[in-house]
């Protein structure tokens, strides 16, 4: 009877010891992968400054920038990569959130790891997502009239006649990875209650399951409770989109501010040829997706050299690119 309470108690003390080790990996995850990230940038950095990245972009990524109306929010400053400083003047790079994990292609291959099934997405020049959001605003904001005519030609055909983000896909694909890592550690628990593994091994197996489950939880929260569009939310779009157009007033200076992209962007995906951008156009848009289903295509514009060349004269603090290429937008509403 002794021994049967001593092997309950153990187990209990077992089960104790995981869940205090997840909730400190969800709690560290993100110090982690801040300092992670610091120390790719420190090795890629000679190689990247010397050539910057082609503007067009291996392989199909999320970069789902989520946005809050109080600035970037936390899980996407985590993703910043500190590039160039200028007189004291930080400039960023955005990083797909799997190479927080991985590693970059160039840092694996430098250090003798595999690359397989590694993503291939460079990081992203944050003067490129500040052209282009410009460029994108623009194209919605500038005429009321002609972006409602064309929004009607686009919408009014209903949800047959629309092209649906792949955000859907995107949010199947980590809730599926999310299930196989919570079963991991499930599996992991099994085993040491079972006295199968050392408690060492466990105690860093659980670690690692554990920082995986916290970044794949992260990542679903920025997709909310987003579905489907239906021939209804289509018709909503269409309104709001309406009402935002009746009561927006364009920026003074002619530039939309930090702010009002925060607002009205919910996030970027990026192919090999284009970038995608998903905006909310309700009027109580917020940052994160509008509650009428997936986004849907409207329109796309190109960023051209010469909008990259007059981005940077009005803003001389950040260091001038050495190559500009044309960016292909895709807009999602």
């Known amino acids: 009877m002794g021994s049967e309470l001593l092997r309950i108690a153990e187990g209990f003390s077992i089960v104790a010891e995981g869940l205090r080790g997840l909730a400190k990996a969800e709690g560290g995850t993100k110090e982690k992968a801040v300092k992670e990230q610091k120390q790719d940038t420190a090795k890629a950095q000679p190689e990247t400054t010397a050539q910057e990245s082609p503007a067009t972009l ?16 936390k899980e996407i400053k985590e993703l910043l990569q500190k590039w160039h400083t200028k007189t004291d003047f930080i400039t960023y ?9 991985t590693g970059t292609i160039a840092a694996r291959l430098k250090n003798g790891l595999s690359i397989e099934n590694v993503c291939r997405s ?10 282009m959001a410009q460029k994108v605003l623009h194209a919605v904001f500038d005429d009321p009239e002609g ?3 064309d929004a009607a030609a686009v919408l009014g055909c209903g949800i047959a006649g629309v092209e649906q983000s792949e955000v859907l896909r995107d949010k199947e694909i980590i809730e599926e990875q999310l299930k196989k890592e919570r079963g991991r550690y499930e599996t992991l628990l099994d ?7 050392p408690k060492e091994v466990f105690s860093r197996k ?4 554990g920082e995986r489950i916290a970044e794949l939880e992260q990542r679903m929260a920025q997709y909310g409770d987003v ?24 920026p003074e200076d002619g530039e939309f501010s930090e702010e009002e992209m925060d607002r009205y962007v919910s996030g970027v995906r990026v192919y090999e040829d284009r970038f995608e951008w998903l905006l909310n156009l309700s009027p109580d848009a917020g940052g994160g997706l509008d509650d009428a289903g997936s986004p849907v295509y409207f329109k796309k514009i190109t960023v051209t050299p010469d909008d990259e060349r007059a981005w940077f004269r009005k803003h001389p603090q950040w260091s001038k690119s050495n190559r500009y290429a044309e960016l292909e937008a895709w807009i999602f509403i």
């Open 206 to 209: 659980q670690q690692e399951v």
């Open 191 to 197: 085993m040491r209650m079972n006295n199968e593994i």
């Open 147 to 149: 972006t409602l005519l």
């Open 227 to 250: 579905e489907p569009a239906t021939e209804a939310d289509v018709s909503g779009k269409l309104e709001n989109l309406q009402k935002l157009m009746g009561q927006f007033s364009m």
């Open 122 to 131: 460079p990081l992203v020049q944050d003067w490129k997502m500040y052209t």
């Open 93 to 101: 790079t955005y990083k797909c959130y799997d190479q927080t994990r």
């Open 58 to 73: 291996e392989g199909i990524r999320a970069l789902m920038a989520q946005k809050t109306q109080e600035g970037k929010s």
